[in-house]
């Protein structure tokens, strides 16, 4: 897998396809292999003619491991994004997050808006307005000796998801602990792109959507139904929403 330097840091990532380009920011404790290659992703976009393109974010994946929360938050690893984008030559694309990455690309979009074309905001809602949901719960099982020893519900989904996915446990939770980077009601109507927003109506982690649509000037909804936080994310519905998206905006 090819990386780039961004602050420093080696980061991975993929490139593939012709066409417009999109950039594929993946959730917390993921990666962009099962985030978005597992998934269907690339495939999908590519057969529409896009050229898609992900990064690991930084502690995720095959990017470099940080164990100090100082070293994460979701608008630095927004600019590890547009780092991307500046190693690729690319001015300007159609940016898609999902939960965490969703985060980051809605602050791509307020920061640098110049540099979205679109944005695609999948499993978050309005808790895009809050930091994460028992996030020291979250921080602390990822580290705890065992399992069994990790009451929140939460945490031990989060455990069982980072162990499923070979991740290094003890860099998310660095990055759990990270000072939040939130993004507030205010901030949230300055965004001028176009904005799709996709939640899974079982999904009890990402928060209501039509409250997150409603702060969006033009944000469109996608309901994806009978899907919760981690199985939303290949659906059919979500990528069909999002290809008549991508066809339809300016």
């Known amino acids: 897998m090819p990386t780039f330097q961004s602050d420093g840091l080696e980061l991975a990532y993929r490139d593939e396809g012709e066409g417009d380009p999109i950039l594929l920011i993946h959730g917390f404790a993921s990666s962009l292999d099962v985030n978005w290659v597992g998934p269907g992703w690339f495939e999908t976009l590519k057969r529409d003619r896009r050229r898609v393109i992900a990064i690991d ?53 307020i920061q640098h808006p110049e540099r979205v074309r679109s944005a695609i905001l999948g499993g978050m809602g309005e808790g895009l307005l809050r930091g994460a949901p028992s996030a020291d719960a979250i921080a602390e099982g990822l580290v705890a000796h065992s399992e069994d020893d990790i009451v929140d519900p939460m945490a031990k989904m989060f455990r069982r998801f980072a162990e499923a996915t070979k991740s290094d446990r003890r860099a998310l939770s660095a990055c759990m602990r990270a000072q939040r980077s ?29 409250a997150l649509v409603r702060l969006i000037p033009g944000a469109e909804a996608l309901p994806i139904p009978r899907r919760d936080h981690n199985r939303a994310v290949g659906d059919k519905v979500y990528k069909e929403g999002v290809l008549a998206f991508l066809a339809r905006r300016p």
């Open 57 to 109: 974010n930084r502690g995720h994946g095959a990017s470099e491991k940080l164990y100090d929360p100082a070293f994460y938050g979701a608008d630095v690893m927004a600019q590890d994004a547009l780092a991307l984008l500046d190693h690729l030559k690319i001015e300007r694309a159609d940016v898609m997050g999902y939960s965490m990455g969703a985060r980051i690309t809605a602050l791509t979009a």
């Open 182 to 210: 939130l993004v507030d009601a205010a901030m949230l109507g300055t965004i001028k792109v176009p904005v799709l927003v996709a939640v899974g109506t079982e999904d009890d982690v990402a928060g209501d959507l039509d």
